[in-house]
């Protein structure tokens, strides 16, 4: 009997034109997109974004545009919104790799330093090659950006899986190394960029004068490719694997040293590429860039959702960590409040998500642990 004619099928409704609609009971599309969203991963993140957006929105005050006349809220204009965007984006970026390190079950320390490498030597090669059209200087200087980093998220997967010592140990004495390099082959100079390039990325796209799109655009771009690569390929459930079980891994015939080696070189790739957006943006480059990044961009990812042992995270609420971060900072800015709170209040929501996190670890592992209990006869 097809299921037109059987007894228990319910027909669709018919709009007076004829049209059929969705069955009387059936969720709207609407309330679909309403439900997915708030049983997604990202959904507490969201709800105390949107919260802090609305506080603040009441509690910055505002001010009169001397040129238009017009009553501005000191938070909630595209000017506050955009710059927050701009300063999240190199955040956020390095994030989506070191997220993806963690989810592999390992951690980068040495994207800073990665970062501010990249960026002198991408510096240095664009001022010894001289005087070049906007587009060879742009492409010079992203290819040396994305080589360096390249280069250094390679040795230090090399070294973690060659070596076999943990992470955390490698990229600690890679941060330094890398941090060191760079000072010398600088000599701890500020190097200026050429106007071809830093035109680029602080392109308006038409937004007007004083905005800037083009670092959170590219930021948005790193995160849906990184939310893809780990929610759509292959590789991508074999890092959840690893980090997951990596003994299982093993066992199931997965190659966990080709994993964790390409899990750093993503995440020096990022770096690289948040080298090169950082150093147009604001016109040179120092070995002294990025200082103090692996404090926020691993925050980002614990914020995030990114489980320290490995096996969860997501590229998205890499992101959204990172523009809690830096709402934070703006507040503190906005409200006038002494900006050492910062590390405190930051400090404060890294140990608070790694508790959360693991309290909600806990509580999932009882309740399975139940399920699987056998039940009294």
């Not at 007894?7 to 009387?24: C, F, R, S």
């Not at 390679?154 to 890679?174: D, P, Q």
């Not at 905005?211 to 990184?226: K, N, R």
């Not at 790694?354 to 806990?362: A, C, F, T």
Request: proline residues 5%; charged residues 10%; hydrophobic residues 50%.
């Amino acid at each position: 009997m097809s299921p037109e004619n059987s007894p228990t099928a319910i027909p669709p409704a018919v709009t007076p034109e004829g049209a059929p609609t969705a069955a009387p009971g059936g969720p709207s599309a609407p309330r679909k997109w309403l439900h997915a969203l708030l049983h997604s991963p990202q959904a507490g993140l969201l709800g105390v974004l949107l919260a802090s957006c609305i506080v603040l929105t009441f509690t910055a005050g505002s001010h009169v545009d001397p040129l238009t006349g017009r009553t501005i809220n000191n938070f909630l204009n595209k000017y506050t919104f955009l710059q927050m965007a701009t300063d999240a984006s190199g955040f956020a970026i390095m994030a989506v790799g070191s997220t993806i390190v963690i989810i592999a079950g390992g951690i980068d320390l040495s994207v800073g330093a990665i970062y501010a490498l990249s960026g002198v030597t991408m510096a240095m090669v664009i001022r010894v090659a001289g005087p070049m059209g906007p587009v060879p200087t742009l492409l010079l200087g992203l290819a040396t950006c994305l080589a360096v980093s390249l280069l250094c998220g390679l040795a230090n997967g090399l070294m973690v899986i060659g070596l076999n010592v943990h992470s955390f140990i490698i990229t600690l004495g890679t941060m330094w190394i890398l941090r060191g390099l760079a000072f010398v082959i600088s000599h701890a100079e500020s190097i200026l960029l050429p106007g071809g390039l830093t035109n680029v990325v602080r392109a308006s796209l038409g937004m007007g004068e004083g905005l800037y799109p083009v670092p959170m655009l590219v930021m948005f771009v790193v995160t849906a490719l990184g939310a893809v690569y780990l929610s759509r390929t292959v590789m991508g459930r074999h890092i959840f694997a690893v980090g997951g079980n990596p003994e299982a891994s093993r066992y199931a015939g997965l190659n966990v040293k080709r994993v964790t080696l390409g899990v750093f070189v993503l995440s020096g790739l990022t770096a690289g590429i948040a080298a090169f957006l950082g150093a147009g943006y604001y016109g040179s480059a120092t070995s002294s860039d990025a200082s103090g990044y692996e404090l926020y961009v691993i925050a980002s990812a614990v914020v995030g959702g990114a489980s320290l042992i490995g096996g969860r995270g997501s590229a998205i609420s890499a992101m959204l960590g990172a523009m809690l971060i830096v709402l934070i900072r703006q507040a503190i800015r906005t409200l006038h409040l002494d900006q050492n709170y910062e590390w405190i209040i930051v400090g404060t929501a890294m140990i608070l998500a790694v508790v959360i996190d693991q309290g909600g670890s806990r509580l999932l592992s009882r309740r399975a642990a139940g399920r699987e209990s056998p039940r009294p006869s």
